[in-house]
């Protein structure tokens, strides 16, 4: 099928908004990608597919994500309803993973819904390789059946080039699960506590609350009941552990155990980081086979 993928421009953008609303409905996202001036803004970088009629197939985005200061992590990937199945998604994907090949980025990042098996199959067809999850972190309560309550995002990365992460300080119980996802790493086993550096990370939409621990100090889960105590209304929370400091060790120590999950690592961004749940983590999980893999052997841990 004739195909143009290109940034969308003028009165596009309200098709854009349309095509979301008609494919995942009015509040599947935050407020601000249903809103044309935010688009406009630049503050994602939008790819839409057309039709040799102009018609909008489908469209793609690029944003921060979780963490992560630079535009790296594929987002908000849509296919118009009668448009499936003709490589649409695919050719998004291909093009803004080239417009980063070309601007020297060393990896490209993506998040894959839990309920969503036929979009994780998509990206693992791709290459992409799943490396953890965001339990709780799409609250589908306008668009899930009664029930089925939240889902995952299952956190997918793409490198684009040789990417060393340098030295890393891995916690011996997850050092297996490490190799197999870094390639070019130092992965080092011991640590130490340093004075605890927390950030708090709010994601009303979803009900979700992320803690990203750069340094790890003993009053680790002080300060983490402190952030949740804050934050009432956010009942699924995930805890970011900065694998590039010692302190990331005894700060896994710490979180096991009180009883947290371990949920995967979240490599090539800005920080690489060891990601830890508390919360619901919902009942709407339908994996692919590799996605599924990841799960066993991070729930093993």
């Known amino acids: ?97 080239g417009v980063l090949r070309e601007r020297g980025a060393l990896a490209v990042k993506g998040q894959a819904v839990s309920r969503h098996p036929v979009a994780q199959a998509i990206v693992e067809s791709m290459g992409w390789t799943p490396t953890g999850f965001l339990y709780g972190a799409r609250d589908n309560r306008n668009n899930t059946p009664p029930g089925e309550g939240k889902s995952a995002l299952v956190l997918y990365t793409k490198e684009l080039a040789p990417c060393d992460a340098g030295t890393l300080y891995v916690h011996p119980r997850m050092m297996d699960f490490a190799e197999r996802i870094y390639t070019r790493a130092e992965l080092y086993p011991k640590g130490q506590m340093m004075e605890t550096i927390l950030r708090c990370h709010r994601d009303i939409h979803n009900r979700a609350l992320y803690l990203q621990a750069l340094e790890c100090g003993g009053d680790l889960l002080g300060k983490i009941a402190d952030a949740c105590a804050r934050n009432p209304e956010l009942t699924c929370v995930t805890v970011a552990l900065n694998l590039g400091s010692p302190s990331a060790i005894p700060g896994a120590e710490l979180l096991w155990d009180a009883g947290w999950r371990f949920c995967g690592i979240d490599p090539c961004g800005e920080y690489e980081h060891a990601l830890f749940f508390s919360g619901d983590a919902g009942s709407a999980l339908c994996l692919t086979e590799q996605a599924q893999r990841i799960q066993r052997e991070a729930d093993a841990l």
Do not use: W
């Open 1 to 97: 099928m004739e195909m143009t993928i290109r940034p969308p421009a003028g009165g596009e953008f309200a098709r854009v908004v349309e095509c979301l609303t008609e494919t995942r409905g009015p509040s599947y996202y935050t407020a601000e990608y249903y809103d044309e001036a935010y688009l406009r803004s630049g503050a994602t970088e939008l790819f839409a597919a057309f039709d040799k009629n102009g018609e909008v197939m489908g469209f793609a985005g690029l944003s921060e994500g979780l963490f992560n200061t630079m535009r790296t992590t594929g987002c908000l990937l849509t296919v118009r309803p009668g448009f499936s199945g003709q490589g649409v998604a695919k050719s998004l994907i291909g093009h803004f993973t």
